[in-house]
């Protein structure tokens, strides 16, 4: 979708929100609105104009990067906002409530008190309108997507089927982040977690120098960035004979994945989708063992809009990309947690990432 487009659908959720003007700070919803990858820059978009300020050293950047705007040079530590919104003509302001820093925000209140070009302007604190808008993800950023994700399942097939004992969470950890760097990832998603033996239990556990031992579980979460898009994957291995318990857990965690992907149906809150697999795990005495919720959307970010959580009011739709990941953690034995991503689409689930389980 083109970048106007997507200013249509801010215009659109700025009428909504009763703001004239809308300043947008945070960096991924600054990228998706204009295209601009620079580290530093605002938007203000109002219903005619759209201006993208940055500083000198992305001017030119940003020129090539983002035709629908019109470009504006500022220099850090000065003020800038005012001018700008007076030659906007801005009443009220909405903010991004949500990413604006608290002296970012004092910060602003008093150059606009200080101003002599503006007086009396509304700040609306507004939160999630273009995470809303995000959700939604459009043909060019599901291919993005979807080649984030391949690479994901490239590096876990290479690396979690070929751990040995004795290997150390940080050694796997390196492997995988080598391997998608070298199928063409910028980068990881964010830091990788290998969970060996008891620290599988931490469903956030960072890999620390654990090794590995015959018997362990190894719950491996892990993603890549791609062309600024992100994937999430997690499985769990086992080194070594899988015992009964593995097996047994292991099972209860796929079956509740699988009734959640069936499931997944446009119109379903995050919180509806989310009980379909909570209850299979209930169901087999393990509730109070998955203390997370299941899922959350991808994109620009790695969590992101739909939350796919037991307090989740967002509501699935076609188009959506999201994760749905189960978990049992047992406290001292150590934990499995199977996640793949999937898009909704044709009111059904379709998975994205796809390494065998
Ligand atoms: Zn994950
Ligand atoms: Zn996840």
Request: aromatic share 6%; with cysteine.
């Amino acid at each position: 979708m083109s970048h106007r487009k997507r200013l249509g659908r801010l215009r659109a959720e700025m009428v909504e929100a009763e703001v004239d003007t809308m300043l947008v700070s945070a960096p991924n919803s600054r990228r998706y609105l204009s295209g601009f990858s620079g580290s530093h820059g605002f938007l203000l978009v109002t219903d005619s104009d759209a201006l993208l300020a940055t500083d000198f050293r992305y001017i030119e950047q940003a020129a090539d990067e983002s035709p629908a705007y019109d470009v504006r040079r500022i220099k850090g530590g000065e003020t800038w906002l005012p001018g700008l919104l007076a030659e906007l003509d801005c009443r009220r302001l909405g903010i991004e409530a949500s990413h604006l820093t608290v002296a970012a925000y004092r910060k602003m209140l008093s150059d606009l008190d200080e101003a002599d070009e503006i007086s009396n302007i509304e700040i609306e604190e507004t939160t999630g309108l273009i995470e809303g808008i995000r959700q939604i993800k459009d043909a060019d950023e599901l291919a993005t997507i979807t080649q984030a994700a391949r690479i994901a399942d490239l590096a876990m097939g290479a690396v979690g089927t070929a751990i040995e004992p004795g290997m150390t969470e940080r050694q796997i950890a390196w492997e995988i982040e080598r391997e998608m760097r070298e199928l063409g990832a910028d980068g990881p998603a964010f830091d990788i977690i290998v969970g060996a033996g008891a620290n599988g239990a931490l469903p956030h556990h960072r890999a620390a120098d654990t090794p590995t031992r015959t018997g362990d579980s190894v719950v491996i979460d892990m993603g890549a960035i791609y062309r600024a898009y992100r994937s999430d994957l997690t499985r769990t291995f086992h080194v070594g004979e899988v015992d009964d318990t593995f097996r047994r857990v292991y099972r209860i965690v796929l079956r509740a994945q699988q009734a959640a992907i069936e499931g997944a149906r446009p119109g379903m809150s995050g919180k509806e989708l989310d009980s379909i697999a909570r209850k299979v795990i209930e169901d087999a005495g393990y509730g109070e063992e998955f203390g997370h919720g299941l899922g959350h959307g991808v994109g620009l970010d790695v969590h992101e809009r739909p939350m796919v959580v037991p307090t989740s009011e967002d509501v699935i739709d076609n188009g959506m990309v999201f994760t749905i990941e189960p978990g049992i953690y047992i406290s001292g034995w150590g934990g499995v947690r199977i996640e793949d991503m999937v898009v909704m689409e044709n009111g059904r689930a379709r998975q994205l990432t796809g390494s065998p389980k």
